[in-house]
């Protein structure tokens, strides 16, 4: 039996021949075929400017550096989210604050956002988690008439649409994530896009060391202008050969949303007939691209999460925990009991321990995604306190897989 991947890029020829293309031309680092991938997305995105970087995060610091945010700031963000959210505040050395998220989007609300706000609370970052679109209409009714920018981590979102634009195309900065575990991937990549052309140069300068003069500009002109550094910059460039494997994956996008959501519709028929599991599914202000398919383990199924996620594991099927809570890692944790730990975050808590998330890609086939659904269907009960017992105990396989 083959072991079925819970993420696979869809990676082929095409892709191959672009970066060969790139290396054949000598000009492999930030040139011509990044600025061609950004006016590429921008367009598909509905976004007006959009700035390529090494990463998302890289593209998450920038934001709030072009946001004005810094020391004594205090920065709004769900726990229940990859760190790098979080970390992102940390690094212009502003404090992030959790928020609590909503338990049918695992997305925070205006609600949960109001409640985390602070004196100090200068910036807020929404996630549109696992792909699922965050109400961000709802948020900025709260945030604006207090001044306090709304960035959107749209790591997960491309493809995702809200009030039947793509997602992300609202916001005033917005990021996005190319790393392989994403819906489109350039290895590793991230952008930037926003509404400001002001943010947008900043944020084209900052990423190549502040220079005046791109490197691509100087390349072009036979005596090349002196470079004034107008700031403390970073390298966060993306190379051309990342963007030309990301101009393929863009025109790919259709279909592969096309697909997930027809592998996700599926899943989901399949698991409503199953009692004590819970899948995640679209909002009524907008579609998700399935980036993350997960299921709440509810205390009706006969299996606790770990215990179906080890069941899975017995089937050959890579699945994993659920989004994880920042707010209880070390670089995080306050001391104190898991309670006070939790504290205000109820449902993180309970999202974090009761979700997983099923394989979902391009390739998946009808016979590996059927194998998936038999592995949920539950036991009957006794014969599940068996299995429960069975399974209880074993570790589920960690890694395993290039891009978990
Ligand atoms: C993956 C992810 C990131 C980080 O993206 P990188 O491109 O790996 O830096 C940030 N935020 C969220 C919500 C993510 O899922």
């Not at 997305?41 to 810094?70: D, N, P």
């Not at 998330?357 to 016979?367: A, S, V």
């Amino acid at each position: 039996m083959n072991r079925i991947a819970v993420m696979k890029p869809w990676l082929g020829e095409e892709e191959i021949a672009a970066v060969t293309e790139v290396m054949c031309s000598g000009w492999v680092a930030q040139g011509p075929r990044v600025a061609e991938f950004e006016s590429a997305f921008a367009r598909s995105q509905q976004c007006s400017h959009a700035v390529a970087v090494s990463s998302c995060t890289a593209a998450l610091h920038l934001a709030l550096i072009v946001a004005g945010i810094g020391a004594g700031d205090d920065v709004v963000v769900p726990s229940f989210s990859f760190i790098a959210t979080a970390n992102a505040a940390v690094y212009v050395g502003a404090r992030p604050v959790f928020a609590d998220v909503d338990l049918v989007t695992g997305n925070v609300t205006a609600e949960t956002v109001l409640r985390a706000l602070t004196p100090n609370t200068t910036a807020v970052i929404v996630v549109d988690q696992g792909g699922v679109p965050v109400d961000l209409d709802s948020i900025r009714a709260v945030t604006d008439p207090l001044g306090i920018i709304v960035i959107e981590d749209a790591a997960c979102g491309v493809g995702s649409t809200y009030l039947g634009r793509p997602v992300g195309s609202r916001a005033e900065l917005t990021v996005w994530s190319f790393h392989p575990r994403k819906i489109l991937t350039t290895g590793e990549g991230g952008m930037l896009t926003t509404i400001s052309a002001a943010h947008a140069d900043r944020a084209r300068r900052l990423r190549e060391h502040a220079m005046s003069v791109s490197a691509a500009e100087r390349h072009l002109s036979a005596l090349a202008p002196a470079e004034v550094y107008t700031e403390v910059g970073y390298n966060y460039r993306m190379t051309d050969l990342q963007a030309a494997v990301g101009l393929v994956q863009l025109q790919k996008l259709p279909t592969i949303i096309e697909r997930r959501r027809r592998l996700a519709a599926r899943y989901t028929r399949a698991i409503e007939s199953i009692d004590g599991l819970r899948a995640v599914a679209d909002p009524s202000w907008g579609t998700t691209n399935f980036q993350s398919f997960w299921l709440e383990v509810l205390p009706e199924y006969p299996l606790n999460r770990d215990q179906l996620l080890a069941k899975l594991a017995e089937n050959d099927v890579s699945a994993r925990r659920g989004i994880m809570a920042a707010h209880r890692q070390p670089a995080y944790g306050r001391p104190g009991p898991e309670d006070a730990l939790d504290s205000g975050l109820s449902n993180t808590a309970r999202l974090t321990d009761s979700t997983l998330i099923l394989p979902l890609y391009h390739q998946l086939t009808m016979e590996d995604h059927d194998r998936v659904i038999g592995a949920l269907q539950a036991p009957a009960p006794e014969a599940g306190a068996v299995l429960g017992e069975a399974v209880l105990g074993k570790a589920v396989p960690a890694g395993g897989r290039r891009n978990d």
